[in-house]
């Protein structure tokens, strides 16, 4: 392992054609003046490159599966280096030093990100900490993406997306307050006995697409993914249930504990879409400017101009170019 690090300080130090970029965080960082390769080291920012240009994909933190083979384009072969993924995940160096990223990006709020920072400046590799406190963080990630490398047109053209889909609740206000205000429980796992609490940005969908948390909890880590008593889920009796897991959709009718909610015996029930990446979160990526307007079509239905379908195929055109070469 010390010989490998050594090794990729050599090679790295040797870069003579360099570039300064700020990172987030005020850094000052010297990273080469030509950039074809960004090592991602958490999902959520691994996804904003693929957006950006799956080309630039260095390695993955999980592999794809056959479905979205075609979506991920040149990026689904990549190797596997891993990353922080919650739970105490972190890379694997040795493949890492085998891809030789030309930057890393990492998202400083991880825990224990000090001691990989570390790790990752021995190895020679120059890293951008980036913000991913919110949707919004995705515009200046496009932005630095941009900047790194020299690719402004394909950075305006998500960056103008992004702030059509966040500012669409804002465009709607006038319509949205003839409407009742929809409570939703938001329900991960196999049992629907997960979610999300005020505080967490699992939750930013819903909030764009203004609905408001039946659950009164409080969040005790970034993870999310807090267990919630039955007992609280009848107390909060949402408007809508809105579900990961099709398996637990599936058998609500058939639980006698869930089947006498409002949600349930009004049929507002909904899974979220997760092809080819998840609409909502795990990983929270750039598919939330979707779910957005998957959010506003099931809570509000008739209030979107244009079809959901005709949104999708927008977006897809737009985030997957590379479909058209899977044709």
Known sequence: MKNILFALAIIFSANINAKTITDDYGRVVEVPEHIT???????????SILAFNPDLVAGLNSSFNETQKKYAGSAYNKPIVGGFMGQGNTPNFEILASVKPDVIIMWARMRGYEKILAKFEKMGIPVLLVENESIYSIITQFELFAKLTGDTARADELIAYTKKSLSLIESLK???????????YFAQGLDGLSSECEGSFHLEPFKYAGAKNALDCRMSSNYGMEKISMESVILSNPDVIVAMEKTF?????????WKNLRAVKEGKVFTVPSTPFNYISRPPSFMRLLG???LID????SLLEKSFEDEKKEFEALFFPQLKESK
Do not use: G, H
Request: overall charge neutral; charged content about 20%; proline content about 11%.
């Open 292 to 294: 957005i307007i998957w």
């Open 249 to 257: 959709t599936d058998t609500l009718l058939q639980n006698p504990q």
């Open 298 to 301: 099931s809570f509000y239905p």
């Open 37 to 47: 390769k960004i090592y991602a080291a958490s999902p959520p920012l691994a996804m």
């Open 174 to 184: 006038e319509e949205l307050s003839k409407q009742k205000e929809v409570r939703y």
